[in-house]
């Protein structure tokens, strides 16, 4: 997000290999779709980042890093490949989580942040809890 005092709509771009693209918010929300669908079905995990820039008037400068939510995988031979994801998913998220600039903002769906999934992995590079 970039503040930006000659913006009073949104302005969106996707940011690819290719360049910057001028997106619509509803382009932009149509091509993260498309891609959770896509990785859905293929059953797979990617590691890439989705970089969006949004301008607009009513904005701070702020950069939002959304990763993949934690997966719990069930033990066993036949859950091999949501094991590797769940381990991908981890790894990424702590590499992002042990940037000590970064705040860590988490949401999970809990009632009791004590017990939640998450915390234990936030614990591993915030343990004091001062940047979450």
Known sequence: MKYNPSAIQPCCFLITEDGEQDVSLEELQEHIHHENARLEEEQQFWSKEVVVRIEYKYSPNLTIIDTPGLISAAPGKKNSALQVAAR?????????????????????????????????????????????
């Not at 702590?94 to 998450?118: F, G, H, R």
């Open 88 to 132: 991908q998913v981890e790894a990424m998220v702590v590499e992002k989580m042990s940037q000590p600039e970064y705040i860590i903002l988490c949401l999970e769906d809990s009632s009791d942040w004590n017990n939640a999934t998450t915390r234990r992995t936030v614990m591993q590079v915030d343990p004091t809890l001062s940047r979450t």
